[in-house]
């Protein structure tokens, strides 16, 4: 296990063949700590990105107090503590349950939720997920069947933009105009409408019809299943029904979104208290970066992109907390060279790792300069799992013997690999040429 997992962290079997599996999945957590090379590590599950204050400030206490001092982001909006003690367990669990981080020991790892993160704060959104999000950790915490969900199970809320939709998650809720939801199963083209009051419920059956299927298929994940996720789909609007939950009769055609847009950097809505987007290089923030952006508005909510939106800041405090950020390393537009930039751990962090894929994104974002506009993301590997890659289409740079392979990905769909074992040059060029946007 490394550092990051992906959203799609384990590819689907071949047609018809299913998973063998004879465990548990072995993702850390805030209770199950993993050994890795830079100390322990804990994965504390954020539903939906959101803190508060609050609760920030214990997480950032406990990585002073604990752990290296930095708060690491994860591309599903959770926060990763890193160089712990062996013996912190008892310490941290304390920390982190007086500040509601905790409220279920025996479900804390099952409460992968991601979830639109401008959702009531530009006016684009269909529907506003806040009230989804606090029923569904509810019920998720409330639900003995869910706690056997694997740890990489994954379920977004997205507000009808389409960003969370594009993730590839398990079990998704889409927001709709007239107040009801749409219900997505997997990758499945197929959805089924229901209740925007009854939407919650519905994500919470949909995972518990999931678990009586794949226990005999062995399957972690949706797509880890030996047929289609419109099977399942059909098998989840029967469960609805028999619940009680109103579910159409009939399937709709909705295809998922293929691309997931990160917020813009900068300034969000245009009315009222601000709300501010900044990226953070390489998800990785100090203390003293976590505190400022924590100490600026009411609450923080951390994106699958790595990146921090901050609401509620005094609208004219919003130039200047911009520009404090933007000194103090972060990405507050879209002319930072570290922009569409991401990286696993790599070395020294990882012991799987074959390069210190970190630092050598440093050094590349130093050479590029400004980013060219319609430059595809780039994710740094340093190994073959590319724990944390990014979702759609983005350059893909994985570390190999003596050097890295870059190829250009698009929905999944592999372009020719070049393998670079020249200088920092070469690689440079390699990287740039995977970074434009072909047909």
Known sequence: MLAAMSTSDTPPPASGEPFSRDRGDACPGSLRLHRADDGALARVRIPGGVLDMRQADVLREAARELGDGELHLTSRGNVQLRGLGADCGGRLAELLGAAGLLPSW???????????PLSGLDGRGRSDVGPWLTALDGLLCGSDKAAGLSGRFLFALDDGRGDVDALGADVTVLGRGDGSALLRIGAAET????????????????????????????AWRVSELPFPAEELSSQVGTALRAAGVDAADHMEHVPPATTAQEPAYGLVGTSGPAALCVGVPLGRLSGAQWESLSRAGDELRLTPWRSVVVTGVAPGEAAARL?????AGLIVGPGSAWTGVGACIGRPGCAKALADVRGDAEAFVRAAGAPVAGRLPVYWSGCERRCGHPKGAWADVVAVPGGYQVTQVREGVRGAPVTVHAGPSGLAAAVDAARRTRT
């Open 106 to 116: 025996s479900h804390e790892r099952i409460r992968n939720v991601v979830a639109s």
């Open 191 to 218: 959805v089924l409408r229901v209740s925007g009051g009854d939407a919650p419920r519905a994500a919470l059956i949909a995972a518990e019809t999931f678990l009586e299927t794949a226990r005999e298929a062995g």
């Open 323 to 327: 520009g404090e950020w933007d000194a």
